[in-house]
């Protein structure tokens, strides 16, 4: 299958789910482009327009969420259609405010491939793409400060219990779940920074 579609954007810091993702679209015949964070998938753009972008929320630097509200307040890039992948923002409230940024679609992880495919094949024949009307970036900083104290709760909660489980637990189980509690942490301290940062941006606003 070859296609004369220009390249799709993959934005995940995961390596392995980026390379899975990036596989099964080459496979069929589309070219990508790749990058490892919203800050990185900006400098990409501003080279290669893509015909569409699927990107992680969860990410450093800068996140899925920033990063789409970049791309919509920006009109050179408002129309290019966005899927967003999560295993983390998942709940009803974290894919409305996705959607309200101007996403075309929201996934969970792990990732249906038929699905994947369909989705993607779908959105870049649908030609051309609405234009979502950006987001009032108070409106944007106040729905990404909520989603994120919401997820540090969640984050915070997953800490406790694997910190409370892992002194009960028999040496060849352990290795597995200190690894899930390193990432947790790791997870934490990434949506503690973006917070230092929204909660900065909106007191800046406010003056």
Known sequence: MTTSYGPILIVEDVPNVLELLEVTLRFKGYSVITAHNGAEALEVIAKTRPVLIVTD?????????????????????????????????????????????????????????????????????????????????????????????DKLRHKNSQIARAERLLPTLPPDQKPAFEALLQQSMRDRDEIQAELYDIYNTIEALKK
Do not use: C, H, W
């Not at 495919?117 to 234009?131: D, R």
């Open 57 to 149: 929320i969860l990410m450093p630097k800068m996140d899925g969420y920033a990063f789409v509200q970049k791309l919509r307040i920006n009109p050179e890039t408002r129309s290019i259609p966005v899927v967003f992948l999560s295993a983390t923002y998942v709940t009803p409230e974290d894919k409305q405010f996705a959607l309200s940024l101007g996403a075309a679609r929201f996934m969970e992880k792990p990732i249906d491939t038929e699905d994947f495919l369909l989705t993607v094949a779908e959105l870049v024949t649908q030609q051309p793409f609405t234009q979502p009307q950006p987001l009032d970036m108070e409106k944007f900083y106040n729905g990404y400060r909520t989603r994120l104290e």
